[in-house]
């Protein structure tokens, strides 16, 4: 029922800045916890980043510092600025939604995703 369309993957140089965005429809997106997960071919899909319904966030290690998750509720999208990327940055992104329904129970929803190519 909830549906993700994400949008802003393409190529990039290293270095360079990407910004990803996922909009959301079906529901009452600000109670959703909102993340980012990636899969380069032959690995497995691993998480990028996390941000809850009162705005707060998760990183994975290997892009703290460059990655920012954030949301604008108004707009029911969310939203991952990609900075000074690096080639083992490149796979395809997917947005991915949880929804509550009461405490400590979720559905998961995922968008088509999106591929990010960065070149050195």
């Known amino acids: 029922q909830v549906q993700l369309v994400e949008s802003g993957g393409g190529l990039v140089q290293a270095g360079g800045s990407l910004r990803l965005s996922c909009a959301a429809s079906?529901?009452?997106?600000?109670?959703?916890?909102m993340g980012w997960y990636r899969q380069a071919p032959g690995k497995q899909r691993e998480l990028v980043a996390t941000?809850?319904?009162?705005?707060?966030?998760n990183y994975a290690d290997s892009v703290k510092g460059r990655f920012t998750i954030s949301r604008d509720n108004a707009k029911n999208t969310a939203y991952l600025q990609m900075n000074s990327l690096k080639p083992e940055d490149a796979a395809v992104y997917y947005c991915?939604?949880?929804?509550?329904?009461?405490?400590?129970?979720?559905?998961?929803?995922w968008g088509q995703g999106t591929q990010v190519t960065v070149s050195s």
């Open positions: 991915k939604a949880d929804k509550p329904y009461y405490d400590s129970i979720y559905r998961t929803y």
């Open positions: 079906g529901g009452p997106f600000s109670t959703y916890t």
């Open positions: 941000i809850d319904r009162l705005s707060s966030t």
